[in-house]
C-alpha cells in the first residue's frame, strides 16, 4: 500500500514541483536566517556530501547496475552536477547574504522566462499561448506579493552586485533545468548520488578557500539544524521532486511553479514569523495559482 502510494506520487509531476517549490523557499529562509552565522560555501558543500552520505546505503545498489552508463556519459552528468548543485547552491547562498529578500523574489520570477529562453536558442522549443499566459498571470501574482500593490515599492528597488548575481543564478539553474533532458537512462537513486557527488566535491575548493579566510563554521544547534534541513529536503528531497516533475512534462511547463516560491515564502513567514496576511497576499497567491494551472494545461512541449 505505502509502496502504491510512493508510485502514484513519483508518477504525479505536478505534486512533485510544487513540493520541490516549497523546499526551495524554505531554503531560502533557512539561509537568509543563518547567513551571519552559517558562510556560505560551507553550507553549499555540507548540504551535498550529507546528501551523498544518506543516500549511498539505498543508491548503492543502483550505482553499481548504472556504472557502465555513468562511465560512457560522465560529460553531461559532471556538466549538470557542477552548474545545478556546485554553482547553483553556492551562489545561492552568496545572494542571501548581499541582497535582500523582496529583490530575490522579484528575480526568482524571471526563472520561467530563462528556462523558456535557454531551452528555445538550445532545442528549439516553443512555448504555447496557453503556457505564455500562465507564465504572465502568475509573475503578476509575484509581482502584487512584493510590491504589496503599492507601485512606488517596485520603482523604489535598488538593485546592487547581489542583484545581479540573483539574476546570473536563475540563468544557471535554466541551464541545468533545459539540459535535464540529456542525462543518462540511469536509475534515479543513481543520478541524484552522482549528482551530490559531484557538486560535493565542485564546492569543496571553495569551502577551503573561504576556512583560509578566516570564514569558519561554529558546531551549534542552529547550525546543525540549519545544515541539517538544507541537506534533506532543498538538497535531496528538492532536486529528486524537480528532476521528476521535468521528465515527466518538459522544462518549459515545469519552469512555471517557481512562481509558487514567493507564494510560500509568504505564507511561512506568516506562520513562521507571525507576519500578518493581507489582501495583497490573497491576490497574489489566487494570480499565481490560476498561472500554474494554464500553464499546465498548456501543451506538452517537445523533449523533455
Do not use: C, K
Not at 146 to 165: K, P, S
Request: aromatic share 10%; charged share 10%; glycine share 8%.
Amino acid at each position: 500500500m505505502v509502496r502504491r502510494a510512493g508510485r502514484a506520487l513519483f508518477d504525479s509531476p505536478y505534486v512533485l514541483l510544487a513540493l520541490a517549490s516549497l523546499f526551495w523557499s524554505g531554503n531560502h529562509i533557512v539561509g537568509r536566517a543563518v547567513a551571519d552565522i552559517v558562510p556560505p560555501f560551507a553550507l553549499s558543500t555540507l548540504r551535498w556530501m550529507i546528501g551523498a552520505v544518506l543516500l549511498w546505503p539505498v543508491a548503492r545498489r543502483h550505482v553499481v547496475r548504472d556504472w557502465p552508463l555513468i562511465r560512457r556519459h560522465s560529460g553531461i552528468l559532471l556538466m549538470l552536477g557542477l552548474v545545478g548543485g556546485t554553482l547553483f547552491s553556492a551562489l545561492n547562498y552568496l545572494s542571501l547574504q548581499l541582497t535582500t529578500a523582496l529583490n530575490v523574489s522579484v528575480f526568482n520570477s524571471l526563472g520561467p522566462v530563462l528556462i523558456a529562453a535557454v531551452a528555445a536558442v538550445s532545442f528549439g522549443d516553443r512555448l504555447s499561448r496557453l503556457q505564455m499566459v500562465g507564465i504572465a498571470t502568475s509573475m503578476l501574482g509575484v509581482v502584487a506579493i512584493v510590491t504589496r500593490l503599492e507601485l512606488g515599492t517596485l520603482v523604489a528597488l535598488r538593485f546592487n552586485g547581489g542583484d545581479v548575481l540573483v539574476v546570473f543564478n536563475m540563468l544557471v539553474f535554466a541551464i541545468y533545468s533545459v539540459y535535464l533532458r540529456l542525462r543518462p537512462a540511469i536509475h534515479w537513486l543513481s543520478f541524484i548520488f552522482v549528482l551530490s557527488v559531484i557538486s560535493g566535491v565542485g564546492t569543496a575548493p571553495l569551502l577551503a578557500w573561504e576556512h583560509l579566510s578566516g570564514h569558519t563554521l561554529s558546531l551549534t544547534w542552529t547550525t546543525v539544524l540549519a545544515v541539517g534541513y538544507v541537506a534533506l529536503f532543498p538538497s535531496l528531497g528538492a532536486y529528486i521532486f524537480w528532476n521528476r516533475g521535468v521528465e515527466l512534462i518538459g522544462s518549459n511547463r515545469s519552469s512555471v511553479f517557481l512562481h509558487l516560491v514567493p507564494l510560500y515564502s509568504a505564507a511561512l513567514a506568516t506562520v513562521l514569523l507571525g507576519e500578518q496576511l493581507r489582501a495583497y497576499h490573497l491576490l497574489g497567491f489566487a494570480l499565481i495559482l490560476a498561472g500554474v494551472r494554464l500553464a499546465a494545461r498548456g501543451a506538452p512541449q517537445p523533449g523533455v
